[in-house]
C-alpha cells in the first residue's frame, strides 16, 4: 500500500477502546465511498476490501466492456482496447475488474480522507462516551482532580474521560488539589457540538441519598426506603426514611452505633450535619420530627394553604429555628408545608405579620428574614441587630432600617 499515513491511520485506531472491529470497518467503507463520490460521482460499482488488523485495503472498480469510441460513461464502462492492456482476451459486453491504487485518487484526496477518517472516529467515541455517561446519570462516580479553574474543577477517570464539577456543584467547604480522588454525582450529559460535557456535583440532594445506598446495606438491599432529601450543602440535611419491615429501625440502622454508620457519609460532605428522621404518613407527626430537635407543644394545620403554625415553649424556639434559620427551612421544604412558630405564652394578638409592611419593606428583604423564620414585626425586635447580621445576609444598614420602621409601627 502506497500511503503510510492511512496504514497508519488504521494502526492508529483499530485497538481503539470505543470501537469494535465490524463498526470500524463500516466507519472505513463509508470513508472511502465518499471519496469515490466526489472524484468518480458515484461509488455502487466499486468493491472495497478492508483488513484494519494489518491495515490494508483494495479497491476495484468494476466496468463493462465496450466497443472503442461508445464510452459514455467512463466510471460505468471501459473501451475494448483499454480492456485488452488489463488482460488481453476480453471481449465486448464482458465485466472487468481494475484495482484502484490510492495514488490515483490524488493527494489532496488522501490527505482530505484521513482527516475524515479521525473525524469519524472521534465522533463515533463521543457518541459512544456519551451514551456511556447518560446511562449513569444520578449515580455515584469517582474521578481525579486533573486541573483547578476559578469557576471548576477538570477532573478525569480512569479512561481519560474529561468531567466538570462546576464551582456552584462544589460544597463551600470542599478544597481538593491535583491528583485528589473527587466523588459526587454525574447530574447531567449533554453533547456539545459533538462532544460530550458531562457535569459532577456534589450538593445535588441525590447524592446525599446515593451516598445512603451506598454506605447503609440496608437501603442498598430495598429494606429501607428514603422518602426524601432536603439539605443545604456542607451545613445541614434532613432525610426521612421508611422501612415495610417493622422489625427495622430506620433511623437507627442509618445511623449506626453511635454514628458509625453515617459518620463516613457526613465527613464526605464536609462535615454536613445530618437529621435522620422516621417517615409518616400523619402530618402533625412528621412536622414535629422533622423540626426535631425541638419538642412541639402543639401544631395546627391548614391543608389548603400547606400551612402549619407550631406552638412551643420559649426555651425551644431557637432549637425549631436553628442556626442561620436552617432547621425550620429544611422541615419545611422535607414536609412541603410553609412553618409558623408560635412561642408559648406570648401574645401573638399585638404582632403584625411582615409581610404587611412589604410597601415599606423590600420583598427580598422580608424573605431574608423568613428563611430564619422571623416573619413578624415583634420577632424580629426580639432580636439584637449584631444577631441579625450574622443570621442573615442582610446588611447592618438595611437591618437597623427595617427595625426603625417596625419600631414606629408599635409606637403608633
Known amino acids: 500500500m502506497e500511503n503510510i499515513a492511512l496504514i497508519e491511520s488504521f494502526s492508529e485506531f483499530k485497538d481503539d477502546k470505543f470501537i469494535d472491529r465490524v463498526t470500524l470497518m463500516a466507519i472505513l467503507e463509508d470513508v472511502f465511498r465518499s471519496t469515490l463520490k466526489k472524484k468518480y460521482g458515484e461509488d455502487d460499482n466499486f468493491d472495497i ?3 484494519p488488523d494489518k491495515g490494508d485495503l483494495e479497491i476495484w472498480r468494476n466496468r463493462i466492456v465496450v466497443a472503442d469510441g461508445e464510452v459514455e460513461d467512463p466510471n460505468q464502462e471501459i473501451s475494448l482496447t483499454e480492456a485488452r492492456r488489463i488482460e488481453p482476451d476480453f471481449e465486448i459486453g464482458e465485466d472487468v475488474s481494475e484495482e484502484v491504487k490510492l495514488i490515483d485518487l490524488g493527494r489532496r484526496s488522501i490527505l482530505a480522507l484521513r482527516q475524515n ?18 446511562d449513569l446519570e444520578g449515580e455515584i462516580y469517582t474521578a481525579e482532580v486533573h486541573h483547578i479553574r476559578h469557576r471548576a474543577i477538570i477532573l478525569l477517570d480512569d479512561e481519560g474521560n474529561e468531567i466538570i464539577l462546576p464551582k456552584e456543584k462544589q460544597i463551600p467547604s470542599d478544597f481538593f488539589r491535583k491528583g485528589d480522588n473527587v466523588k459526587g454525582i454525574i447530574e447531567s450529559v449533554e453533547l456539545k ?11 445535588s440532594n441525590k447524592f446525599l441519598e446515593k451516598l445512603f445506598e451506598q454506605e447503609i446495606p440496608e437501603v442498598f438491599d ?32 442509618c445511623v449506626g452505633m453511635k454514628g458509625s454508620r453515617i459518620h463516613g457519609i457526613v465527613r464526605e460532605l464536609g462535615n454536613e450535619n445530618i437529621d435522620v428522621i422516621n417517615f409518616t404518613n400523619n402530618t402533625n407527626l412528621y412536622i414535629s420530627r ?10 395546627t394545620i391548614n391543608e389548603e394553604t400547606k400551612h ?30 410553609e412553618i409558623d412558630v408560635i412561642r408559648e405564652g406570648v401574645e401573638q394578638e399585638e404582632d ?18 423568613a428563611k430564619i423564620g422571623l416573619d413578624t414585626a415583634k420577632r424580629i425586635l426580639e432580636h439584637n441587630i449584631d444577631d441579625l447580621v450574622k443570621r442573615t445576609d442582610l446588611e447592618e444598614e438595611t437591618i437597623r432600617e427595617v427595625i426603625n420602621i417596625l419600631k414606629e409601627e408599635f409606637e403608633e
Open 49 to 51: 476490501i478492508i483488513n
Open 117 to 134: 477518517l479521525i473525524s469519524k472516529i472521534h465522533e463515533h467515541d463521543n457518541t459512544n462516551i456519551y451514551k456511556h455517561f447518560k
Open 193 to 203: 457540538g459533538n462532544k460530550p460535557t458531562i457535569l459532577m456535583s456534589r450538593t
Open 222 to 253: 430495598g429494606l429501607i426506603t428514603v422518602k426524601n432529601v432536603v439539605r443545604i450543602p456542607g451545613e445541614k440535611a434532613k432525610v426521612a426514611v421508611d422501612s415495610y419491615d417493622d422489625r427495622i429501625d430506620p433511623v437507627g440502622a
Open 290 to 299: 422533622a423540626l426535631s430537635p425541638a419538642k412541639i407543644t402543639s401544631i
Open 308 to 337: 402549619a403554625e407550631v406552638t412551643l415553649k420559649l426555651e425551644e424556639v431557637s432549637k425549631a429555628i436553628g442556626r442561620g434559620g436552617h432547621n425550620i427551612r429544611l422541615a419545611g421544604q422535607l414536609t412541603g408545608y
Open 352 to 369: 403584625v405579620e411582615l409581610s404587611e409592611f412589604s410597601d415599606v419593606i423590600e420583598g427580598w428583604v422580608i424573605e431574608e428574614f
